[in-house]
């Protein structure tokens, strides 16, 4: 404008100033700018930082949280812990108490039950040794009563001598049953099959106990199943023994009744036989609560019946006892006043041996005097025996066959007198000093093996008898025997036709 108008000077003053007031707006506007673009830079930067901010804090929360949960975990773990080994300490003083008195009880029964055993060891050595030692002048009785009844005695004196035998007889039986029981309860018996003819030993044994029976006017009766196979294979011996027990029971407690034996064939297979025994009377009968007890040892159930009847108590007991060893049981069915049926059931084999082989059971009674004087007569025997009592009363009894005997007081003399003599049969002691008869005929074997040589023991319930053979012994008889039996084994064992039968 100024210059249009000509004036140059004030036109540039005025261009100069616009240009420093335009360079100060510029300038200003720039640091305007540079100051927004700087705070705008600044605000993104603050708001970066606060997003760490929130960040980092947040991860702090969380870590303050998850250290706290440790912290609170921790020491809840510890006080868990804490509890826990403590429980533990507590058990394991409970539990060492415990130990300590279980120890102690252990101690306790130990030391009891090796008394018990000791005590029990005791009796049966103490019953063995007395009842061993009874069977000496046992035998001397039941001897010489047999030498004196067969030396024509008058009637009378044969009526003392017949008491004063079956006295004998009965005390041996009292023996008998103590040892027996006594082995069966300190588990010393064996099982001892053999093949034998049940119908032949039914009658053998109904034969021996008809007297008996006959004696207290009580009707025997015998009834044998017919299916029932004729051979055999068991332990006979303690079925035997169990029969005996119940029916002398039933005869004493049926005076002037009638008891049944029955045989019965109750189960057979191809190798087997189970055998039903059956015991009945019509005798007293046994109360209802005293079924159990009669089977307990030394009791008979009411005081009054052993009064009248005598007894020791034994008999059931054994009963019992036998047959849990042969795997069997005793059954009772009773009414007081009317009666006793005992019966069991034995599982025997099937034997295939020739029947001629078992029978030798030989019925003495049914062989003549003359018969037994020709297998007797002239027959030498050595007789082993350390008792000189015991010599006298063997050496009379078989004189009386017209037998000829020498005497040997132990085994080592037995052994010296074999080297010089030949003998039809040695009778020989079992226990004796020096050297007993075990090793006596083992030495006798080696340079004899056909000489019978019978055993003299006390053995009971013939639980040695598979020893004896072992050793080299033909039979055994037991001591103190009756003089029946002691001359059936020997016309067993001397009659040459019989054994070959």
Same mark, same amino acid.
């Given at each position: 404008?100024?210059?249009?108008?000509?004036?140059?000077?004030?036109?540039?003053?005025?261009?100069?100033?616009? *240009?420093?007031?335009?360079?100060?707006?510029?300038?200003? %506007?720039?640091?305007?700018?540079?100051?927004?673009?700087?705070?705008?830079?600044?605000?993104?930067?603050?708001?970066?930082?606060?997003?760490?901010?929130?960040? %980092? *804090?947040?991860?702090?929360?969380?870590?303050?949280?998850?250290?706290?949960?440790?912290?609170?975990?921790?020491?809840?773990?510890?006080?868990?812990?804490?509890?826990?080994?403590?429980?533990?300490?507590?058990?394991? =003083?409970?539990?060492?108490?415990?130990?300590?008195?279980?120890?102690?009880?252990?101690?306790?029964?130990?030391?009891?039950?090796?008394?018990?055993?000791?005590?029990?060891?005791?009796?049966?050595?103490?019953?063995?040794?007395? %009842?061993?030692?009874?069977?000496?002048?046992?035998?001397?009785?039941?001897?010489?009563?047999?030498?004196?009844?067969?030396?024509? !005695?008058?009637?009378?004196?044969?009526?003392?001598?017949?008491?004063?035998?079956?006295?004998?007889?009965?005390?041996?039986?009292?023996?008998?049953?103590?040892?027996?029981?006594?082995?069966?309860?300190?588990?010393?018996?064996?099982?001892?099959?053999?093949?034998?003819?049940?119908?032949?030993?039914?009658?053998?044994?109904?034969?021996?106990?008809?007297?008996?029976? +006959?004696?207290?006017?009580?009707?025997?009766?015998?009834?044998?199943?017919?299916?029932?196979?004729?051979?055999?294979?068991?332990?006979?011996?303690?079925?035997?023994?169990?029969?005996? =027990?119940?029916?002398?029971?039933?005869?004493?407690?049926?005076?002037?009744?009638?008891?049944?034996?029955?045989?019965?064939?109750?189960?057979?297979? *191809?190798?087997?036989?189970?055998?039903?025994?059956?015991?009945?009377?019509?005798?007293?009968?046994? !109360?209802?609560?005293?079924?159990?007890?009669?089977?307990?040892?030394?009791?008979?159930?009411?005081?009054?019946?052993?009064?009248?009847?005598?007894?020791?108590?034994?008999?059931?007991?054994?009963?019992?006892?036998?047959?849990?060893?042969?795997?069997?049981?005793?059954?009772?069915?009773?009414?007081?006043?009317?009666?006793?049926?005992?019966?069991?059931?034995?599982?025997?084999?099937?034997?295939?041996?020739?029947?001629?082989?078992?029978?030798?059971?030989?019925?003495?009674?049914?062989?003549?005097?003359?018969?037994?004087?020709?297998?007797?007569?002239?027959?030498?025997?050595?007789?082993?025996?350390?008792?000189?009592?015991?010599?006298?009363?063997?050496?009379?009894?078989?004189?009386?066959?017209?037998?000829?005997?020498?005497?040997?007081?132990?085994?080592?003399?037995?052994?010296?007198?074999?080297?010089?003599? %030949?003998?039809?049969?040695?009778?020989?002691?079992?226990?004796?000093?020096?050297? +007993?008869?075990?090793?006596?005929?083992?030495?006798?074997?080696?340079?004899?093996?056909?000489? !019978?040589?019978?055993?003299?023991?006390?053995?009971?319930?013939?639980?040695?008898?598979?020893?004896?053979?072992?050793?080299?012994?033909?039979?055994?008889?037991?001591?103190?025997?009756?003089?029946?039996?002691?001359?059936?084994?020997?016309?067993?064992?001397?009659?040459?036709?019989?054994?070959?039968?």
């Amino acid at each position: 404008m100024y210059t249009k108008i000509g004036n140059q000077d004030l036109a540039l003053k005025y261009a100069d100033e616009s *240009n420093i007031y335009r360079d100060s707006l510029v300038y200003a %506007t720039s640091q305007m700018l540079a100051e927004l673009s700087s705070d705008a830079l600044s605000t993104t930067a603050a708001a970066d930082t606060i997003s760490e901010l929130s960040l %980092t *804090n947040s991860k702090q929360e969380r870590s303050l949280k998850f250290n706290q949960l440790a912290v609170i975990l921790s020491v809840l773990l510890i006080s868990i812990l804490s509890l826990l080994t403590l429980s533990f300490y507590k058990n394991n =003083n409970i539990r060492a108490k415990a130990n300590k008195l279980l120890q102690e009880k252990n101690t306790e029964l130990l030391t009891a039950k090796e008394k018990a055993e000791a005590a029990k060891k005791s009796k049966e050595q103490f019953l063995s040794t007395v %009842t061993h030692e009874l069977r000496t002048p046992i035998y001397a009785i039941t001897g010489l009563t047999y030498l004196l009844i067969n030396e024509n !005695p008058t009637k009378q004196q044969r009526e003392h001598l017949s008491s004063l035998k079956y006295s004998g007889e009965h005390l041996l039986s009292l023996i008998n049953n103590i040892l027996d029981l006594n082995k069966l309860e300190a588990k010393k018996v064996k099982k001892v099959n053999s093949d034998f003819s049940l119908k032949a030993h039914m009658k053998n044994f109904f034969n021996t106990l008809k007297r008996p029976a +006959d004696d207290k006017n009580v009707s025997l009766k015998l009834d044998i199943d017919d299916n029932i196979p004729d051979k055999l294979n068991g332990d006979m011996l303690k079925v035997s023994q169990v029969l005996i =027990n119940l029916v002398s029971n039933a005869i004493k407690f049926s005076e002037n009744g009638t008891v049944w034996i029955r045989v019965i064939l109750e189960e057979e297979t *191809n190798d087997t036989a189970k055998i039903k025994f059956e015991v009945e009377d019509n005798g007293i009968g046994v !109360p209802k609560n005293m079924q159990d007890k009669i089977f307990q040892s030394f009791d008979q159930g009411d005081p009054a019946i052993n009064i009248r009847y005598g007894g020791t108590g034994l008999g059931l007991p054994i009963v019992k006892n036998l047959l849990l060893f042969l795997g069997s049981k005793i059954h009772l069915k009773s009414e007081e006043g009317v009666g006793s049926l005992f019966h069991f059931s034995i599982a025997f084999h099937k034997s295939t041996n020739s029947i001629k082989k078992i029978r030798n059971n030989i019925d003495l009674k049914k062989t003549s005097e003359a018969q037994q004087l020709a297998v007797f007569s002239g027959k030498k025997i050595l007789i082993v025996e350390d008792n000189a009592l015991n010599q006298k009363i063997t050496r009379k009894i078989l004189e009386r066959k017209n037998i000829v005997c020498e005497i040997a007081e132990n085994g080592e003399i037995a052994v010296e007198k074999t080297k010089k003599t %030949t003998y039809d049969l040695i009778l020989m002691d079992v226990h004796m000093p020096v050297m +007993d008869g075990i090793e006596a005929t083992k030495i006798i074997r080696k340079n004899d093996s056909s000489t !019978p040589i019978i055993a003299l023991t006390a053995v009971s319930l013939n639980e040695e008898v598979d020893q004896f053979l072992k050793h080299g012994f033909t039979d055994f008889i037991p001591k103190p025997y009756k003089t029946e039996l002691f001359f059936e084994k020997l016309f067993k064992v001397l009659n040459v036709s019989v054994q070959a039968y």
